[in-house]
């Protein structure tokens, strides 16, 4: 059973850094890619950021490519996403998953709860 817990969230005026954590249970979170998500209100969830079993290969949504780090420690079976002159719109539930392949972004089958992350003008 996998479980990921995610944790950072919270209230922070738009320009303010957050950083988000994730912590997976099991001892294969190494193999596997891991991505973060969001969800708005009223909105469908998207793709915010992802990163390879190894670190090696990243990928971020357009609008947060240069605000947002996603980055991983194995040995702590931990995913983060640095967040970055933050603005209203990053307005959302944030989620984490893990990926089905340690290398490639097309599926996530496992999600965490999420955490709620507010920027204010």
């Known amino acids: 059973q996998v479980q990921l817990a995610e944790s950072g969230g919270g209230l922070v005026q738009a320009g303010g850094s957050l950083r988000l954590s994730c912590a997976a249970s099991g001892r294969t979170f190494s193999n596997y890619a891991m991505g973060w998500f969001r969800q708005a209100p009223g909105k469908e969830r998207e793709f915010v950021a992802a990163?390879?079993?190894?670190?090696?290969?990243?990928s971020y949504k357009d609008s947060v490519k240069g605000r947002f780090t996603i980055s991983r420690d194995n040995a702590k079976n931990t995913v983060y996403l640095q967040m970055n002159s933050l603005k209203v719109e990053d307005t959302a539930v944030y989620y984490c998953?893990?990926?089905?392949?340690?290398?490639?972004?097309?599926?996530?089958?496992?999600w965490g709860q999420g955490t709620q992350v507010t920027v204010s003008s």
């Open positions: 990163i390879t079993w190894n670190g090696g290969t990243t």
């Open positions: 998953a893990r990926g089905s392949s340690g290398s490639y972004f097309y599926e996530f089958p496992y």
